[in-house]
């Protein structure tokens, strides 16, 4: 059975940083595409960043060079760095292959943004 379990978010101000984390059980991340994706209040759920082995990362183009996703084979976590983070970053955010798979959505990681 797969789950799925993020952690990591917090409420921060701008330009704070924060790194989230993927524990997938019945999932092998090194074998896998894993994907980051968010849901923000009042907006489908859009993807964040995948990882897959053999490609670069992908990232959302709203992005712009401030997340970092990495994963660790070893422990079959993945991970996504946050910097600079901004108010319209505030979502649930969620981990899940790439592309995702409707029983695979867990339960999600609130980051919040605000001053």
């Known amino acids: 059975q797969v789950q799925l379990m993020e952690s990591g978010g917090a409420m921060v101000q701008p330009g704070a940083s924060l790194r989230l984390s993927c524990a997938p059980s019945?999932?092998?991340?090194?074998?896998?595409?894993m994907g980051w994706y968010r849901q923000a209040p009042g907006k489908q759920r859009e993807l964040v960043a995948t990882i897959t082995s053999g490609e670069s990362p992908k990232y959302g183009d709203f992005v712009k060079g401030r997340f970092t996703i990495s994963r660790n084979n070893a422990k079959n976590e993945v991970y996504l760095q946050m910097n600079s983070l901004e108010p319209e970053d505030t979502a649930v955010y969620y981990c899940?292959?790439?592309?995702?798979?409707?029983?695979?959505w867990g339960q999600g990681t609130q980051v919040t943004v605000s001053s």
């Open positions: 019945g999932i092998f991340v090194r074998f896998a595409t």
């Open positions: 899940n292959l790439n592309p995702p798979l409707s029983p695979y």
